[in-house]
């Protein structure tokens, strides 16, 4: 069993900063990326940033000047950065991370239950 359990979500004020969390942990043998997606209201799944293995990070343009991606390998954790927030920022951020669970097995993807970010104005 994977689990991916996110931290870090809360209400701030437009202009504030977040900063969000996510560890895996379980059976994993190798973690090929991680990152966070969110979902606002009435609206599909999007990407916001990943990082690769390789320490690559990919942002969605919408946050490339704001939010900062980072990950620690050793612990299996990825964090993200989130600064001058602003309502529509506003949404559920999911962790996600693509990894193998043994050194045979395909990689797959997982997905953490969310944490609620609010930005009012």
């Known amino acids: 069993q994977v689990q991916l359990v996110e931290s870090g979500g809360g209400l701030v004020q437009a202009g504030g900063s977040l900063r969000l969390s996510c560890a895996a942990s379980?059976?994993?043998?190798?973690?090929?990326?991680m990152g966070w997606y969110r979902q606002a209201p009435g609206k599909q799944r999007e990407l916001v940033a990943t990082i690769t293995d390789l320490g690559r990070a990919n942002y969605a343009d919408s946050v490339k000047d704001r939010f900062t991606i980072s990950r620690d390998k050793a612990k299996n954790t990825v964090d993200l950065q989130m600064n001058s927030l602003k309502p529509e920022h506003t949404a559920i951020y999911y962790c996600?991370?693509?990894?193998?669970?043994?050194?045979?097995?395909?990689?797959?993807?997982?997905w953490g239950q969310g944490t609620q970010v609010t930005v009012s104005s």
């Open positions: 996600y991370s693509d990894l193998h669970v043994t050194y045979y097995a395909y990689s797959k993807d997982y």
């Open positions: 379980g059976s994993i043998f190798s973690i090929n990326a």
